[in-house]
């Protein structure tokens, strides 16, 4: 008989499931009942079938292990028959989300901080995915908040730890718990998207790259297909271990936490790609020799070429991005005959477009790129397609590039990052803005004319849900935007986001620096929300 044992508990305050799950630091997470706390929320809000399957995984970093053991005992006394998790408690995010979807299971735990860094004085996260293998919606995370605030109690079993190390399968309390190979059906899946023959015979030919894993999720995923079996040379992967503290680095690709790679991709000894991923694996960094490709562009750039890749021959149904996120693939979309969703910021926004099959590939500024073959953004699965447009064609990533703004313009972009500023000051600072809003337009900010101002709001063209507050906007009459938001991804804090765009077309200037071209934008958003007077900041600490 299955002894089920029942631990009185009390509500914690703030379990608040933000844009990827709920984030705290690792002391927070360490508090006895906490975890537990919301992974029982979890399942009092999902109530699984009896039966049911469940995916649980994460990215390696520090606490990953031991909050794995006690998800296995609660979802044991829950009722759950099976439990799927990877070997060494590891699964990138984009592969958990393939786990769900090929074994039909109810949903996943996914244990990461995605792109925060990690170790003991760091960041921890637990996420809830749901059968469609994508972050939950804002329906099922309000039902897990709310039940976080009201829990009295939390269920377990009593049973040894499970062998993470070792593939199998054993029965806890009566459930089934496989230890699977974390790499390999994902990697399967990737060889049937992709021409890999085309990638082989160019690395045959002398094409040579970098990928940073940044001692995160993705090292093992892409030693084995970029090394193993596209046959790139030993140590093309660097960083390939994941490590409970990534190394003490900030496992977030972009060029101030990837510096050695944008380094090595802008000197004399450059590979044809640099290419990088995060924490969790569902982020990517792209570099060609001498030439970043900007997340927005390169969501674009894959967009108007994927067609060349096996799995995306019969063509787009539709583009997606985040409203933050550049226009810069609205314009392939319009060349292409398709549609164009700008969405708020959140992969779980885009799963009812692919469910829908509305939309095929859709995309973040912050990084974000992925397709219907899973229901996350996926970093690995971008590096191979851009792998796979630059072995088909026949082209370099700087060529790519000039081609692409040469046809349809180029839409120059940055995001500045204000990070750990008082929570007080930054909802002062939003508020305001949001206030000033209607008296903005017609206003002069130099040379530049606000057009319209407004707090983006979306309903959703499959279910008519409505998203309000997703990000306040300033437009000018010559196209140019600046979007402010405050991220829901940090654990100390608030980070203040400005995003800042100008459309430069084809006749125009298509290779100016990128921060001579903003500089009028960058000069207008410190002006329009008061930055320094509200946070005591004169610059700001990411720029992206």
Known sequence: MIMIRTVPTQPFEGQVPGTSGLRKKVRVFQQANYAENFIQSVFDAVRPEAGATLVIGGDGRFLNRTVIQQAIRIAAANGYGRVLVGRGGILSTPAASHLIRLNRASGGLILSASHNPGGPDEDFGIKYNIANG???????TGAIHARTLEIDRWLTVDTPDVDLDTPGTVAVAGMAVTVVDPVADYADLMETLF?????????????TMRFDAMSAVTGPYAIEILENRLGFARGTVV??????????????????????????MMGPDAPDLGAASDGDGDRNLIIGRGRFVTPSDSLAMLAANMHVAPGYRAGLKGIARSMPTSAAADRVAAALGIACYETPTGWKFFGNLLDAGMATICGEESAGTGSDHVREKDGLWAVLLWLNILAVRGISVDALAREHWARFGRNYYARHDYEGIDSGAANTLMAELKDKLPTLAGASFGPLSVQAADSFSYTDPVDHSVSSNQGLRVIFADGSRIVFRLSGTGTQGATLRVYLERYEPASGALDAETSAMLADLIAAAGTIA???????RTAPDVIT
């Open 239 to 264: 960083n390939g271990v994941p490590l409970e503290d990534f190394g003490g680095h900030h496992p977030d690709p972009n060029m101030i936490h990837a510096k050695p790679l944008f380094d090595l």
């Open 134 to 140: 994508g972050p939950a919606p804002e329906g099922v």
């Open 195 to 207: 021409d890999f023959a085309a990638i082989r015979a160019a690395v045959a030919g002398g094409f």
């Open 530 to 536: 008061g930055i320094t007077r509200h946070t005591g």
